[in-house]
């Protein structure tokens, strides 16, 4: 009976040392780990792949695919899908238009988002008149001043500010990503004085690099296509001068986009619907004096743009 105790005993011994061998010492196939069929394995990358899937999963995602369904008519890239990014370049539009807005103080009745309102209206405007052009999203954020202690705008409550080199950066990123799907033509625009230094910083920089891509600052978009001259052609004179980081021009131009951004019906109702002796009072009036200012500013801003294509294309 001892002898089998002993025995057993020399067994279990056995066992574990077997055990502990072999979980230090792997099949030298595990060791490799070059089987490419090995469950949880990612499988290797296909140069075909598109649209946030693999082409090997379901033949939309490849590079190639057809459209399954018709187009949706837009100029936002942000509208559209990665198939009809891809086919409207394919067709020409090779322009991107990248804008940049802000979020300031505008006085006691326009929305901190007034530039971005009033550049929803004038991008796709001047898209679909170039004919050939894409706008990426509205850039909301930029330089309104320093943060902590808070400077210029930033005083005001609801302000967001970037850091120069912040706003310098996401102008340079969105621009090198319009680049390397194709497009060839990278505009900038800007709706808001302060942020001319950053766009013109970044094109400066990026075009000696890209010889085969333009990248253009327009910045007679704020400097000379403002709201302010069309309402002297219309016989529309500002009487007053109220004081206010507020316009007629900018009012009117805000509302093709949302009449709510000036807080018209609050306005009407309080009798506050003027500005700088200016009235906005009668709706339909106001916004065809809005869509008069954007007929005019697209106008002067393709002009603009095919001059800074023009010459690139000279050079």
């Known amino acids: 009976m ?26 030298a196939q595990a060791q490799r780990g070059a089987q490419p069929a090995q469950r949880g394995q990612a499988p290797p990358p296909d140069p075909r792949d598109m649209g946030g899937g693999r082409c090997a999963d379901n033949p939309v995602n490849c590079a190639d ?30 322009t991107a238009i990248i804008t940049t807005g802000g979020m300031e103080p505008n006085g006691p009745y326009l929305a901190l988002g007034k530039h971005n309102y009033v550049l929803k209206a004038n991008c796709e405007a001047i898209a679909r008149k170039l004919g050939n052009a894409l706008c990426a999203p509205i850039i909301p954020l930029v330089p309104e001043g320093r943060i902590e202690p808070p400077s210029g705008h930033m005083r005001s409550p609801g302000t967001i500010s970037m850091r120069e080199e912040t706003f310098q950066a996401m102008l340079t990123d969105v621009a090198h990503s319009l680049k390397m799907h194709g497009f060839k033509n990278i505009i900038m625009i800007g709706d808001s004085g302060g942020n001319a230094t950053g766009m013109q910083k970044v094109s400066e920089a990026l075009n000696p690099k890209w010889s085969d891509t333009l990248v253009a600052h327009i910045p007679e978009y704020y400097n000379g296509c403002g709201g302010g001259r069309v309402l002297e052609t219309m016989g529309i004179k500002q009487t007053v001068q109220e004081g206010l980081h507020d316009g007629p021009g900018i009012t009117f131009n805000m509302m093709v986009t949302d009449p709510n951004s000036v807080r018209w019906e609050q306005r ?48």
């Open 2 to 27: 001892r002898s089998l105790h002993i025995t057993a005993v020399i067994l279990i011994l056995i066992l574990f040392s077997v055990t502990a061998f072999v979980a230090q010492n792997p099949p």
């Open 268 to 315: 009407v109702k309080a009798g506050k619907a003027t500005i700088n002796g200016v009235s906005i009072a009668d709706k339909a009036k106001s916004i065809e004096i809005g869509k008069k200012i954007l007929d005019a500013r697209t106008t002067c801003a393709v002009d603009l743009i095919k001059k800074a294509v023009a010459a690139k294309a000279r050079s």
């Open 65 to 94: 695919t057809n459209n399954p369904i018709p187009a949706y008519d837009s100029v936002w890239l942000e509208e559209l899908t990665w198939i009809e990014v891809r086919d409207l370049l394919r067709t020409g539009k090779t």
